[in-house]
């Protein structure tokens, strides 16, 4: 259904909208009006938002299963955006902590929101950007960590020593995964393609495997983990590069990972598993961006932005994102 026009007396901000699902062109920019902050309330004036791989998913609606968050018929949530950088310019009723001008990382969660010049979030989900760190390098260090974080920590349990294998390393979460694991001591081997190489070193690998060169199973190990953060490889297609008690992870779901998860454990002690970052609770995903932006504003994480978009031309940013190659995070910025 097309957004009624606002009357021209209303302040307004930009917005992309979707209102059928289909490829990058049918994301439209328009206008609405401006939010208002409720009691508890932010609104900030975005500065950069990220386009991820989910969000190409839900504007597709591909897979169809996607449908079942998004809306069965059309998209139930036009605007689109989740990790949203920028000023806060409004503060509703019983906030504390935030003032308007302080610059902040906002997560908006499954109401999304942020393809918008202003979006309206609960403070609680709004984490103040650090002094010296620029907004953009702090969106691109959300997107990416706030998977890679509970990953690494959680369910790789990376300790110093820890022999961790990265697919995908020069993806939004493997470039956090490898650089997160590198923090905690762990022996980081990267897979990615040629152009990636000298990218997936600088973030701390210490072995870099080029996938146009060698294949992920000749990747060498043993690995006490192997993170698959694109979701290319399977369990059974790693699991000679196991370690005996090794684990595989991965972000994306697949038959694969499923079944070995809750029935057919890989052999000789080791183990596959799946997880959903995003469906953590509010605090705990906030302690995380918390926790990301700190290491980010002490230098021992950095921000890969690949590419930037004005936001009128998501399409565009979205039908580069889906290609798959992109580096780390790409941004629209309002
Ligand atoms: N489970 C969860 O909670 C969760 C949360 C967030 C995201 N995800 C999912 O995780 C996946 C990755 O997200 P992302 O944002 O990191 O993706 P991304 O940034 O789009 O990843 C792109 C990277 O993948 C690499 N790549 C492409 N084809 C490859 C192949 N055949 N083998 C190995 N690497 C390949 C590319 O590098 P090279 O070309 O250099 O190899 C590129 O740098 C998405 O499917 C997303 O939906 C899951």
């Known amino acids: 259904m097309p957004t009624p026009v606002p009357a021209a007396d209303v302040a307004t901000t930009p917005v992309v909208v979707h209102h059928r699902y289909g490829p990058p062109s049918v994301l439209r920019a328009d206008r609405r009006p401006l939010p ?14 990220a386009v991820s791989r989910a969000e190409c998913a839900f504007r597709a609606a591909d897979p169809p299963v996607a449908r079942l968050a998004t809306g069965l018929r059309r998209p139930r949530r036009p605007v689109l955006g989740g990790d949203v950088g920028g000023r806060v310019v409004q503060v509703g009723a019983g906030v504390a902590g935030l003032r308007t001008g302080d610059r902040v990382v906002a997560q908006t969660g499954i109401t999304m929101g942020g393809y918008a010049g202003h979006v309206r979030v609960p403070a609680a989900a709004a984490t103040p950007v650090p002094d010296g760190l620029d907004v953009r390098a702090a969106v691109a260090v959300v997107e990416g960590g706030s ?4 990953f690494v920590r959680d369910h790789a349990r990376v300790r110093p020593g820890t022999r ?16 997160l694991a590198a923090h905690l001591g762990a022996e980081v081997t990267g897979v990615c393609s040629t152009d990636h190489v000298d990218l997936v070193r600088s973030l701390g690998a210490v072995a870099v495997v ?3 060169r060698t294949r992920l199973e000749d990747a060498g190990g043993p690995f006490d983990v192997v993170l698959d953060a694109v979701g290319t490889s399977s369990a059974r297609r790693c699991r000679h590069l196991l ?3 090794g684990v595989y992870l991965t972000t994306v ?17 080791r183990s596959a598993a799946i ?3 995003g469906l953590r609770p509010p605090a705990a995903r906030a302690a995380d961006v918390a926790e990301l932006l700190a290491l980010a504003g002490a230098g021992t994480v950095r921000g890969v932005v690949d590419r930037t978009w004005p936001l009128a031309q998501a399409a565009e940013a979205h039908a580069y994102v889906e290609a798959g190659h992109k580096a780390g995070t790409v941004l629209l910025l309002p």
């Open 253 to 269: 779901p697949s038959l694969d990972v499923l079944v070995r998860t809750a029935l057919r454990p890989l052999a000789r002690g």
């Open 36 to 49: 208002v902050a409720g009691p508890g309330d932010v609104v900030v004036a975005v500065e950069a938002v």
């Open 164 to 179: 961790l294998l990265v697919n995908g390393a020069a993806g939004a979460v493997g470039a956090a995964a490898v650089q």
């Open 275 to 277: 997880a959903f970052t």
């Open 147 to 150: 998977t890679a974080l509970p």
């Open 243 to 245: 370690a005996p008690r």
């Open 210 to 212: 080029d996938r146009t």
